[in-house]
C-alpha cells in the first residue's frame, strides 16, 4: 500500500511560517490530486489546499489564499504546503492525502484514498 509520511510541523509564533513536506512511497501510483486538510480539537477535518499532479491546477480554502502555497516535486514523489502569516486559527493537526480517482480538485475528504498520520502545528499569540 501507498504511505504518505507528513513532516515539518510543530511551534510557531503568530507571523511566522513553517513548510510541511509530504512524502509518497509504496506501491508506484498515479495520483490526480494531492491535497492538505487539517483538524483542530473538537472541530472537523477540514480542506486546506490540494494540487494536480501536473502541478499547475491549485485551490485553497479562503481563510488561508495568500498566505498558504502548495507545491510539488515529482522526482522526489513529495507534496510541500508552504506556511505564511500564521496565525492562532490555523493551529491544527495537517493531513495529506492523495486521490487518485477524480480528475478534478476536489475539497471533500471522501474524495481521497490514501491518508498520511498527520503533523502538529501550533501557532501561539
Known amino acids: 500500500q501507498v504511505q504518505l509520511v507528513e513532516s515539518g510541523g510543530g511551534w510557531v509564533q503568530a507571523g511566522g511560517s513553517l513548510r510541511l513536506p509530504c512524502a509518497a512511497s509504496?506501491?508506484?501510483?498515479?495520483?490526480?490530486?494531492m491535497g492538505w486538510f487539517r483538524q483542530a480539537p473538537g472541530k472537523e477535518r477540514e480542506f486546506v489546499a490540494a494540487i494536480h499532479w501536473n502541478g499547475r491546477n491549485t485551490d485553497y480554502v479562503d481563510s488561508v489564499k495568500g498566505r498558504f502555497t502548495i507545491s510539488g516535486d515529482n522526482a522526489k514523489n513529495t507534496v510541500y504546503l508552504e506556511m505564511n502569516s500564521l496565525k492562532p486559527e490555523d493551529t491544527a493537526v495537517y493531513y495529506c492525502?492523495?486521490?487518485?480517482?477524480?480528475?478534478?480538485?476536489?475539497?471533500?475528504?471522501?474524495?481521497?484514498?490514501?491518508w498520511g498520520q498527520g503533523t502538529q502545528v501550533t501557532v501561539s499569540s
Open positions: 492525502a492523495a486521490d487518485k480517482h477524480t480528475f478534478a480538485i476536489m475539497r471533500s475528504a471522501l474524495y481521497y484514498d490514501y
Open positions: 509504496g506501491r508506484p501510483f498515479s495520483s490526480h490530486v
